[in-house]
């Protein structure tokens, strides 16, 4: 989102809409599940894309739907991939099997010198190539499948390889795609008995993501790319008096957990620490994105400053550190040099000299 206005006359954001909205299923007349026939297109700036690499990661499709990384820099011409020659090239390895986590050596390691708007320094992976067709930007991808594509090029991306098509590039779509049973027949035991989405649970996390993406998941933006003074601080009120909520939400949580288990029992109420119910669902999942950008970029990048996690919402706080130390498919999605990168970097509407502030430190606290 560089350069150009989101927002309408009054400065308020509107979100980015998608157009392709087709499903993966046995009944579909042309998508199919199989192996190897979708791909996934991210970046991991992006808390939208973020959701869709956690799913993946947790349902065990990394074998079966493979994966590109675009460059975190997001420039007038939308998302590139890495090309030979700018930077590292795709590493199989890394970007295929595990969850979309990298190794690098570290934004703290970037020089000042580096503080340009596109990263002139090498210093981490910086995304992939394009595997297939050696397409440099990911508007290729929408211009194969709709050669009159007229609005943004956002990820995520999900790619049928057989029709050259794109499937879906709507994140809440793409969830419950990968969530369903569609490719069960290809994935191991445990994963597949993982429902992110329980029947019995349905309404309720229906109801949690509604006001969590109204408020929590678009208020941050809906604050940071405010055109008017009036229309920021409306939103940064709403966003934290929504984060209120959640924090009461998971104290109450908690306390339940700690008068069932026991204080001591730290282990088992963790394991049962979760935003809806007592497991792992959707709404975990689409709530992560946001809180393990908040501090680290939210805060400061966006003006959401009322507070920061680790300092003013202790139980949404334990809840995150929760999620990240103890599920690798969060904490291995999870890029603070992308996502610090790719805010800072790209958005020099909010940041015009591109300089990317270091702190806090560290990313995420220990649990
Ligand atoms: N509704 C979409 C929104 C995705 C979205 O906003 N993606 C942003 C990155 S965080 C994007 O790709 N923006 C490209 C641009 O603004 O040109 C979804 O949830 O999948």
Redesign the pocket.
Known sequence: ??GKS?CNKKGEFK????IFRETISLEHPIYKPAKGRYWLYV?L?????HRTLITRALKGLTSVIGCSVLHWH?DDR??RFVEAGDGKKTDERNWFDVAGGITSTGLNNITPAAGVSNGAHRLLTDGTDEPHYGYKRLSDLYFKSKPDYDA?????VLWDLKTRTIVN????D?IRILNSSAFDEFVEDEPRHLNLLPQSLQPQIEEFNSWVYENINTGVYKAGFAESAEAYEKEVANLFHYLDKLETLLREKYARLEAEYGQSNKDKILARYFVVGDRLTEADVRLYPTIVRFDVVYHQHFKCNFATIRGGYPHIHKWLRNMYWRHTAFQRTTDFNHIKLGYTRSQLRINPLGITPLGPKPDIIPL
Do not use: D, K
């Open positions: 989102m560089p989101l979100g980015l809409p998608s970046a700036t992006c808390p939208w894309a997001l939308g998302w943004r090029f956002s990820v995520p590039n709507e994140s809440s793409i």
